[in-house]
């Protein structure tokens, strides 16, 4: 098949307007409104998605990959979870785990320790209170970094 | 379409916009939806797993698609890749955002190969968004349709195949940047271009 391009606009293109439409500082005023209004429930689903990863622990002495794949995917959604609602170092260490995840299957070297270090500091943060913490937030943000560099099989060689 | 140019003053209407959002984290989806009910969509329609978004897509026009990249059974690189191979669906050409928690390099690569327009790395901020969908409302690329891809042009410099070789376009750039056609600036018009100025207010 010869490639075939098509120049049409796209349904986008042709039904955005700018008439009548909001500038960004009023789209940001905006949804932060609506987010305001869903905050409770978001923080709760947090709290067990931290709680379903914490009741993963266990399983990281059996078939370690199998558990962290799990993990992975219940770290990406409490990266959007948190996101909006919480201290950067909350989704950051959800970040952190999934990049910690990554280095150790391209490596082959899994280490439960690592990981559970991740889970236990994702329950501490949460847990901190949003106001005047920073210094103790951002200091065990930066230990989880430390651990998950040391992973990378790249910084290995 | 009026003119759409980017900066502080920029406005977009979404009010005609139809968006789908494909997300399974319920939390995640309610996020998703306020953040577009606030960007001004009145019309956004919801589903949780790639299955619902094959249906939806075929069902509706949708203009916009924003997905997750690991939703469970088929991730979100895949539901993009058969929704842009599906001939019959009216929103093959849509604009497509996906969502990734963590994004490696081969990711992106996965999204732009799959025929995404873009992906975003979470956690997603309103004015990232608003920014997203300003670009994907102004970008004119054509869409390709090829044995190996469907989706929009994935060469954004226009510099093409080699001069000689099968598949150049008329508006690809030369590879060389060839001979002046005007004098060169002379110093002191350099100089008087890179000079601080005063501004009167």
Not at chain 1, 41 to 57: F, N, Q, R, W
Not at chain 2, 100 to 127: H, W
Request: neutral net charge; proline residues 6%; charged residues 25%.
């Amino acid at each position: 098949m010869k490639a075939k391009l098509s120049y049409g606009p796209t349904g986008l293109n042709r039904r955005v307007r700018t008439d009548g439409g909001l500038t960004q500082a009023e789209a940001v005023k905006a949804v932060e409104a609506r987010l305001d209004t869903i905050k409770a429930d978001v923080l709760a689903s947090l709290d067990t998605l931290i709680e379903e990863m914490l009741a993963e622990k266990p399983a990281l002495s059996g078939d370690i990959s199998a558990t962290c794949g799990r993990l992975y995917a219940f770290a990406s959604q409490v990266v959007g979870v948190a996101g909006p609602f919480c201290p950067p170092e909350v989704p950051g260490a959800a970040v952190s785990l999934c990049e910690l995840i990554d280095h150790m299957g391209a490596s082959g070297k899994w280490s439960a320790g690592a990981v559970i270090v991740h889970l236990d500091s994702l329950k501490l943060l949460r847990s901190m209170p949003d106001e005047g913490q920073k210094a103790a937030r951002e200091k065990i943000f930066s230990g989880l970094r430390k651990i998950t560099l040391q992973a990378d099989p790249k910084a290995a060689t | 379409m009026t003119n759409l140019v980017a900066g502080p003053d920029s406005k977009l209407n979404l009010e005609k916009v139809n968006v789908l959002l494909v997300q399974h984290n319920k939390a995640e989806l309610d996020i998703l939806t306020q953040t577009m009910s606030g960007l001004g969509v009145w019309s956004t329609r919801k589903c949780v797993s790639a299955a619902e978004a094959q249906v939806l897509a075929s069902t509706y026009e949708i203009d916009l698609m924003v997905v997750e990249a690991n939703l469970p059974e088929t991730d979100g690189y895949d539901l993009v890749r058969e929704l842009r191979r599906n001939m019959n669906s009216a929103s093959r050409q849509m604009a497509i955002i996906i969502l990734s928690g963590y994004t490696m390099k081969q990711d992106v690569e996965k999204a732009r190969d799959c025929g995404a327009n873009f992906v975003l790395t979470k956690p997603i901020t309103p004015g990232i968004m608003f920014d997203r969908i300003l670009w994907l409302a102004k970008d004119r690329r054509p869409f390709v349709d090829c044995d190996s891809y469907s989706g929009p042009d994935r060469r954004f410099r226009k510099l093409g195949p080699p001069a000689g070789m099968p598949g150049r376009r008329r508006d690809d750039l030369p590879a060389e940047v060839g001979e002046a056609t005007q004098p060169n600036l002379s110093q002191d018009a350099i100089n008087t271009m890179l000079k601080p100025q005063k501004v009167s207010l």
